[in-house]
């Protein structure tokens, strides 16, 4: 009687693993894009490559059909069976967990999402919807009480058509952003400069990057005050560690509370405001520019993808791409930029590889219903990698001096891109914001539990 039980959970548990294996099988096929950038193949691959999982589910069913049915199969067999089972619906099931739950977040049917923008007041709503569900999922609804910046500005140096200064200030009480400021040589009295915010991604030295202070020192010699910052937890930011689901809500906050300094600088043109970052930074920006109209201008790159959302918490930690009302995905969320002026950079080797024929068309789509198809567009740089290189940031610059009135004759060279000749980049001690006059406030909050206190305390005011 043991053996016939044992023979029948035998046969049942390889039935259980034949319908994992078919519900990956199944996943996969949904999130074709998402596979195929995993395994390295095209997408319109993945039927074949993954029909392997389907002949295993079909040789699953038939064993457990032997098994349940025949008193004259080995009890040995029985339980290697038992536990080949167990490990094939674990695997399946950890797979289609990270294809459904920590990768693709929302609804990746970019033919789905469409549907919404058929019509300009249908689009609006929906965009409101969407716009509602970021700050709810992300925890900021309502909005936290602004309170004082309590901003120090030191150490500033002179280059040559542009200056820097470290930064430091409260987004919150108690909890401070580190930054640069890149301010344009002075201009006449009365001059107003456009501001431009620069999240950085994650790359290694952050907001020391090379690149990031290429795009500080350019920007400002464009005549634009520049402002890079760090990522929660990165850099300078030490109060809190990054890989936290609450990333996402104190960096959507902080990148707020950034656009609060800038516009209270002497001067900054509250009419024009861009936002660019590559990476997680491109993240920052499309969310940002989203929930917060005062950015007029954005530019996320290497980063707007209707099939992966990035895999950092600080990206997918909160339910932003879900909610009770709605299911969307990374390429709608930058759509919510319509109808300011939006350039999405991709390229060839990572996640935006499909921009061109599937993103971009979608956005232009929405743009259309504007009639403002011209202020959309896309850089697609088929050989290039995921990084925020020159050519990229080329094509930023040029976008912004369009859409932010810069006057540029005079750093274009010949191909039309600017010239970053005379931009120094500093070593990261430099451009630190807290040294031996300058420490970290002794104010400072430590740990995630009594920065999100902070942060509730204010949301209830």
């Known amino acids: 009687m043991k053996h016939v039980f044992l023979r029948r959970a035998a046969g049942l548990c390889l039935w259980v693993a034949a319908g994992a294996l078919a519900v990956l099988e199944r996943s996969a096929l949904v999130h074709a894009e998402l596979v195929a950038y995993g395994v390295g193949v095209n997408s319109s691959a993945v039927p074949l490559v993954t029909s392997g999982v389907i002949v295993v589910a079909v040789l699953c ?9 025949s008193g004259a199969t080995r009890i040995w067999t029985a ?3 038992l536990g080949a089972c167990i490990l094939l619906t674990a695997f399946s099931a950890l797979f289609v967990y990270a294809l459904e739950v920590k990768l693709e977040c929302g609804d990746s049917n970019l033919g789905r999402v469409a549907a919404y923008a058929h019509d300009l007041q249908g689009w609006k709503t929906r965009a409101a919807t969407i716009r509602a569900g970021i700050l709810k999922g992300a925890q900021l609804d309502p909005l936290p009480a602004r309170t004082p910046l309590n901003a120090v500005l030191h150490s500033r140096r002179e280059e040559k058509g542009y200056s820097v200064e470290d930064v430091y200030f409260e987004s919150i009480p108690g909890f401070f952003v580190a930054g640069n400021l890149y301010r344009p040589a002075p201009a006449e009295d009365g001059t107003k400069h456009p501001v431009v915010l620069l999240p950085h991604g994650h790359f290694t030295s952050g907001r020391f990057e090379p690149s ?8 400002a010699r464009m005549g634009a005050f520049a402002f890079s910052y760090d990522m929660v937890g990165r850099g300078e930011s030490r109060q809190v560690t ?13 990148s707020m509370r950034v656009l609060d300094f800038l516009l209270a600088l002497p001067d900054a043109d509250s009419s024009r405001v861009g936002m660019t970052g590559a990476s997680g930074g491109g993240t920052q920006t499309f969310l940002c520019t989203a929930v917060d109209d005062r950015v007029t201008v954005a530019a996320p790159v290497v980063m707007v993808s209707s099939w992966c959302y990035g895999g950092c918490q600080c990206e997918v930690g909160m339910p932003i791409h879900r909610g009770a009302e709605y299911a969307t995905n990374n390429a709608e969320i930058a759509a919510l930029a319509a109808p300011r002026p939006l350039l999405v950079v991709s390229d060839g080797f990572d996640w935006t590889c499909t921009v061109p024929r599937l993103e971009y068309p979608y956005l232009r789509k929405v743009y259309g219903l504007f009639g403002r198809e011209q202020d959309v567009e896309n850089v697609h740089l088929a050989d290039e990698v995921h990084d925020y290189g020159p050519s990229k940031r080329q094509a930023v610059y040029r976008f912004f001096a369009k859409h932010l009135g810069l006057n540029v004759e005079k750093m274009k060279m010949a191909d039309g891109g600017m010239d970053e000749g005379p931009n120094t980049i500093e070593p990261q001690q430099a ?25 509730r305390s204010l949301q209830t005011r």
């Open 61 to 69: 069913a038939l064993v457990g059909a032997i098994f349940w049915r």
């Open 79 to 81: 339980v290697l069976a």
């Open 212 to 219: 990031v202070q290429q795009l500080g020192a350019t920007f």
């Open 242 to 254: 990054h890989g936290n689901p609450n990333a996402l809500t104190i960096q959507l906050w902080n």
């Open 431 to 455: 451009l630190e914001a807290y040294n031996a006059a300058h420490p970290l406030p002794p104010n400072a909050l430590h740990g995630w539990d009594a920065v999100m206190q902070q942060l």
